[in-house]
């Protein structure tokens, strides 16, 4: 489907016209044009945002969280969650849960596969469970143990990935369809309503206790995660006086699900594809493996200590922050696989594109990211191919323009966990890659799943070698 829309998209010279069933009433464009991303995504971004059709959708399950608001709310949302994310403290604490998890839980996980399991496993599962762990580590203060030996089914995190694939039905059929199912508890609308009752009962559980914690200590100074530093949050005043803010507990669930939403499914997706492409290009994986050696090296000459084995060797952010092949496969990977393939604004008011395509209010504009990747005219000829180098300038990673590589947004919506999302895509990837190789399962069969996030269909079937490593000196 991703392939064939990038033909016609081409076909049509980068946007054309759409209009669904006349009882239906959608209608709109669909485009890949990067100057038309920069005129909705930032300079006309007030009239373009995510509009009744997306929210509606999703307020069963997301409320107003940040992931589903717009105007005033969203715009509260967003300071508060810059502020928050950007200090030194979430940043420590987040880093540190992302070390424990990957170190304690994760390589332990893989070891046991290559001793227990033949070492065959569905990476995407995996890496889907580790940033589920991590996410809510990060933003409850919550490990549900997704990442345990056994691997078990934990009602929240089935519920969430349920209640999320549930609800993009609603995106698939026309609302007289998908509200008289919700009325009368029918189908997959009946599903839809118990896999959310679980996940905003957890949710809605980790807030009440949190908040009788908060009573009874006085305080939260011990806990460093998102869910508790809101409930603190202080407002400073351009004298630099602060106030204490009191959210709701009904403003703070939603404001939690919309973080653990926009941070579980995203990362690991991304890492999954990565992996499989990496697999694909030995050259490449022989210098992500080259730049970490060379870390590590430098590591022992610096150090009067005995290091640990290789094997046992545990990067600091800035060693990470020093990776900058792997940041470029990283980024290359999700130019080619985004892990949101498609995204859809809504037009408040009638509009006109500079290049002078009319748009028309209560309309739409979706515009595909997977698709914009295999444009010559964006990126080059060589634009099909996987190639981390473009990243790379004088041995400097080198940003692209937001609206030419939108996969972390643009504009005033530029994603805030964007550089969370990268330590935690490099830490993975190193930590993995470092100890093992990996290889895809001969035969499996690797496409996309048609959903908002781009999951692989089959999952991510592979085989984990343990690498010949030796010992520091």
Known sequence: MYDWATVVLIRAGGTFYFRGVWFGGAHGIITIDPSKLEYMLKTRFNNFPKGQHYRERFRDLLGDGIFN?????????????????????FVEHSFLSMQVLVHEKLLKLMDDVVNSRNGVIDLQ???????????????????PGCLALDLPQIPFAKA???ATELTLFRFMVPP???????RFEMGYEKRLKE?????????EKAVTERRNELVRLGGLNDRSDLLSRLMEYTDQNPEG?????????????????????AGRDTSSVALAWFFWLVQKTPEVENKILKEMNEILGQRRQCSNIKEPADHDAIFTVEELKNMVYLQAALSE????????????????????????????KGGRVLYSMFSMARIESIWGQDCLEFRPERWIKDGVFVSENQFKYPVFNGGPRLCVGKKFAYMQMKMVAAAILLRYEVKVVEGHNVVPKLTTTLYMQNGLLVTLKPRLLTSTV
């Open 333 to 360: 990977s999700l130019r080619l696989y985004p892990a949101v393939p498609i995204d859809i604004k809504e037009v408040v008011e009638d509009d006109v594109f500079p290049d002078g395509t009319v748009v028309k």
């Open 195 to 203: 896999s959310v009752q679980i996940v905003h009962e957890f949710a």
């Open 160 to 162: 969430f990935e349920e």
């Open 176 to 182: 007289f369809v998908w509200k008289p199912m919700k």
């Open 241 to 261: 006086q602060g106030t204490q803010k009191r959210f709701s507990n009904k403003f703070l669930v939603d404001f939690c699900i919309s973080f653990i939403l």
């Open 69 to 89: 608001a717009d105007d005033q709310m969203w715009k509260e949302q967003r300071r508060v969650a810059t502020t928050e994310m950007h200090s030194s403290r």
């Open 125 to 143: 599962e995996v890496l889907l469970r580790f940033t589920f762990d991590n996410i809510c580590t990060a933003a409850l203060g919550v490990d």
